[in-house]
């Protein structure tokens, strides 16, 4: 793969996670949120938002890495 391609790509590889978990941070609490503002308060449901969103963004970050790199020659 040309080395242009590769950093491209693994810039977009790096980037994408960060987009996405952004999102999904936003979108929590739509769907595990249970509409209760005093459940979505608490600490053990800002370590789920946290910990499921750092779980997808690492994810992402794992395959885009591994596809950009999985066509790179082993020196």
Partial sequence: ???TLTVV???VAM?????????VWKRFDQYFGRND???MDTLGYFLKKLGFTILIA???LW???SL???????Y
Avoid: K, Q
């Fill in 1 to 3: 793969m040309d080395t």
């Fill in 9 to 11: 790509l693994g810039i």
């Fill in 15 to 23: 980037l994408l996670p960060l987009v996405v978990g952004r999102l």
């Fill in 37 to 39: 503002e005093a459940y």
């Fill in 58 to 60: 690492f994810i992402l």
């Fill in 63 to 65: 395959i885009g890495i």
């Fill in 68 to 74: 950009v790199f999985s066509g790179s020659p082993n």
